[in-house]
């Protein structure tokens, strides 16, 4: 039985711990930023019109890959980010 005070490590944690690690300690506890946020709203609408014939929130683990893209005996994982 996993402990509840173990953090589940993602990509997305890593990232952040080496931009901010206030966000870590907050994603790390399920505690999540203002709803309301204009730059959230932005996020969520990049994220659900682009890339739209691919493959997009695949689970690996307690990973989530935004894109999967498979070709030419390789596949491409992707992240979307608004600077993209």
Same mark, same amino acid.
């Given at each position: 039985m !996993? $402990? !509840?005070?173990?953090? @589940?490590?993602?990509?997305? #944690? *890593?990232?952040? +711990? +080496? *931009?901010?690690?206030?966000?870590?300690? #907050?994603?790390? @506890?399920? #505690?999540?930023?203002?709803?309301? $946020? !204009?730059? *959230?709203?932005i996020g969520r609408f990049i994220h659900q019109d682009s890339y739209s014939r691919d493959r997009k929130e695949v689970s690996l683990g307690n990973i989530k890959f935004d894109i999967l893209r498979k070709g030419e005996g390789q596949i491409i994982i992707g992240e979307v980010k608004k600077s993209s």
């Open positions: !996993e $402990n !509840e005070s173990t953090v @589940r490590v993602n990509g997305t #944690l *890593i990232w952040y +711990y +080496y *931009i901010c690690k206030r966000e870590v300690w #907050l994603m790390a @506890r399920d #505690l999540t930023p203002d709803q309301d $946020n !204009e730059y *959230i709203d």
